[in-house]
């Protein structure tokens, strides 16, 4: 029998429920699709600030410890300049393309000569830095080969300082040993940091610089490797991980992943409200079309019985109405697949801006369309679709054939 | 000696009806020949419909052996007698049953669908049973722009179109002015003359009767009489 030729008679037969039905899981499906979208562009926004603005890069190498009591015994746990020709040996070995960053982190005050305030500054190399920044790399608040004493702040310390590109400054430090260190720096450029905890306080300076002032020269307190690929990092620290302690090497690798607590946290925070959405629309999703199924099983009663005495076994009832179900949720799914399309191309060209939490600025509000969440969804709707007919598919296909007959 | 096409004994089927349980068939035995052309007739209630399902393997007796073709029938999965079913016997309803969003062809062509056969056989057998019937010209239209009688004919070449050895018609004429109740008897009267097809009718239309040459009296679920039409009328009880 034409299964699929029969479902789709049986729809329009009762247009107005199956539009309605349709209707129900295109606005479902795309409103998970549309929020979807905007996650994804949230996470790439989120990656992109991670790996590149606050230069996390895709790993971080520091020995084992370091994190927990690095601050406690620096020169305990600071990487060795021999440590650091191995380790970036090793790195390039496996991935020819990786760029490995020496990095020292600083803090201290700053000051401009009449008013001093904190801050935390990281220590990297000009050329390292510019790669690090990747896309970035043309913004503002890069450091620059020929000036060794320059440095870059975020913009809420320049302003709480009154700093401007071209202004000197002091920047204190305690030194590895503990004593106090002062070197002069030049404003080279300020840059935002898009986090409001930092705004006032970070700073970058050439690796170099951060060394002499904290008496530690060649040392580095973390590697951080960019890779070719950001899709190569967790197979990447594995390798790493390996071979680092084949070396006898005894290192911790985090990814930028686990670096960055904030896009740990919104993430997190994204992904609960995905799936508290998706929940929702299943769940309409599920009763909309048990519902119509349903109530057409209790019309097409007699028709069932009709099919049944002509000879067609119970397996193609419920393949009759598990059938129509598919129909429903695919359709629905190509029209809530266009609605999107739609409403993205709306919101997309509206140019719609906002301030995100902990942030500095506003960013554009943008949709993109995640190929992974919508095929999951559409998978999820039509296994569900098709539980949700099969129920009284069966119980239409058990019905004795003579009370299907007798049915009015 | 040629197998019957059905042979009952001792069949009883009861219902449960709330409380109560309707003893709807008491004791029914009949042997039915192939190419016989046989009327059930009996008041409401005295167990037609009831004998008619269970002869189109419908429903199951509770008591007594039903054989189609030989076959004890109740020893089939549900699957098994389906499949009988579709290649063994046509049904013609009192409200004809047509699927209504399929076309008269479409209906006509349901039943070897189901059997899986090529989709021009299938056409063409369909088309051949539509013109047999006089409804050619309406193999395009649905249920709904059909008449009574065209419907009516349109179940009959569904019923024909698979080559059943049985039709069974449950009061086929209920539904139809005289003409075309004449019409359709004299329709199936002809298919079993031309095709050898055997045809059960449950009715109490005195018109079919008429054209039907046995007849088997059914009264309180036991049968009363069984006769051809050319006998003189003789009680069983």
Redesign the interface.
Same mark, same amino acid.
Request: proline share 6%; glycine share 10%; aromatic share 4%.
């Given at each position: 029998?034409?299964t699929l030729h029969?479902g789709i008679?049986?729809l329009?037969?009762n247009a107005r429920r199956s539009l309605t039905t349709l209707l129900s899981i295109a606005f479902g499906f795309a409103a998970v699709a549309l929020f979807s979208g905007y996650t994804r562009e949230v996470y790439r926004g989120l990656t992109e600030q991670a790996v590149h603005g606050e230069l996390i890069g895709h790993l971080n190498l520091t020995r084992r410890g370091m994190k927990q009591e690095g601050r406690l015994h620096p020169e305990r746990y600071l990487l060795r300049p021999d440590e650091i020709t191995r380790i970036t040996a090793l790195v390039h070995q496996q991935y020819p393309g990786a760029l490995v960053a020496p990095r020292l982190a600083l803090s201290g005050l700053a000051s401009n000569g009449r008013v001093s305030t904190i801050f935390l500054a990281d220590g990297v190399g000009a050329e390292a830095m510019r790669q690090l920044r990747g896309p970035r790399f043309h913004g503002s608040g890069g450091l620059a080969e020929n000036a060794p004493q320059g440095v870059t702040v975020a913009r809420g310390l320049a302003s709480l300082l009154g700093l401007r590109p071209g202004d000197d400054a002091s920047l204190l430090v305690s030194t590895l040993h503990g004593q106090a260190n002062a070197a002069d720096a030049t404003i080279l450029d300020t840059y935002g940091t898009g986090n409001a905890g930092l705004e006032d306080k970070a700073l970058f300076l050439p690796l170099a610089m951060a060394q002499s002032l904290y008496d530690a020269p060649d040392r580095a307190d973390r590697l951080t490797i960019l890779l070719p690929d950001i899709a190569q990092t967790a197979a990447a620290r594995a390798r790493l991980a390996s071979a680092c302690a084949a070396a006898g090497l005894d290192l911790e690798i985090s990814t930028w992943q686990e670096e960055s607590a904030f896009y740990r946290q919104v993430k997190g925070m994204f992904d609960m409200i995905f799936s508290f959405i998706l929940a929702i629309v299943l769940t309409i999703v599920v009763m909309s079309v048990a519902n119509a199924m349903g109530m057409s099983v209790v019309e097409r009663t007699?028709?069932i019985?009709?099919?049944?005495?002509?000879?067609?076994?119970?397996s193609?009832v419920v393949r009759l109405f598990v059938t129509e179900a598919l129909l429903l949720v695919v359709l629905g799914c190509l029209a809530g697949m266009l609605l999107t399309l739609l409403v993205r191309a709306g919101v997309n060209a509206a140019a719609l801006s906002y301030t995100p939490p902990n942030g500095t600025g506003r960013v554009l509000l943008r949709v993109g369309l995640d190929p992974g969440k919508l095929l999951f969804t559409t998978g999820v709707l039509s296994l569900l679709g098709l539980l949700a007919a099969l129920f009284p598919a069966r119980r239409a296909a058990r019905q004795?054939?003579?009370d299907s007959?007798a049915h009015v | 000696m040629t197998t019957p096409l059905f042979q009952l004994s001792g069949i009883h089927r009861r219902f449960a009806l709330g409380e109560t349980t309707v003893h709807a068939l008491r004791g029914v035995d009949l042997t039915i020949a192939c190419g016989e052309s046989v009327a059930i007739w009996g008041p409401s209630g005295s167990g037609k419909s009831t004998l008619l399902?269970l002869l189109?393997l419908?429903?199951s007796p509770d008591q007594g052996s039903l054989r189609f073709k030989g076959e004890d029938v109740h020893a089939l999965s549900?699957?098994a007698r389906?499949?009988c =079913?579709?290649?063994q016997i046509?049904?013609v309803?009192q409200?004809f049953?047509l699927?209504?969003?399929?076309t008269a062809e479409e209906n006509v062509m349901?039943?070897l669908?189901?059997?899986g056969l090529a989709p021009r056989v299938i056409r063409q057998r369909a088309g051949e049973w539509l013109a047999r019937v006089g409804l050619e010209a309406f193999a395009q239209f649905r249920p709904d722009k059909l008449s009574g009688g065209q419907r009516q004919r349109v179940a009959i070449a =569904?019923a024909l179109v698979t080559g059943p050895a049985l039709v069974l018609a449950d009061e086929p004429t209920a539904n139809l002015d005289s003409a075309n109740s004449l019409a359709v008897v004299d329709l199936l009267q002809q298919l079993n003359a031309e095709t050898g097809v055997t045809c059960v009718f449950a009715t109490h239309d005195p018109r079919l009767l008429a054209h039907v040459p046995r007849h088997v009296q059914l009264v309180d679920g036991r049968i009363d009489s069984d006769r051809h039409a050319h006998q003189p009328q003789e009680t069983l009880a």
């Open positions: 029998m034409k029969l008679r049986n329009r037969r007699r028709e019985g009709t099919l049944r005495a002509i000879g067609l076994r119970r193609g004795p054939v003579t007959l | 399902n189109g419908l429903d549900d699957d389906t499949d =079913r579709n290649r046509g049904f309803f409200s049953n699927v209504p969003v399929l349901l039943p669908q189901i059997q =569904r």
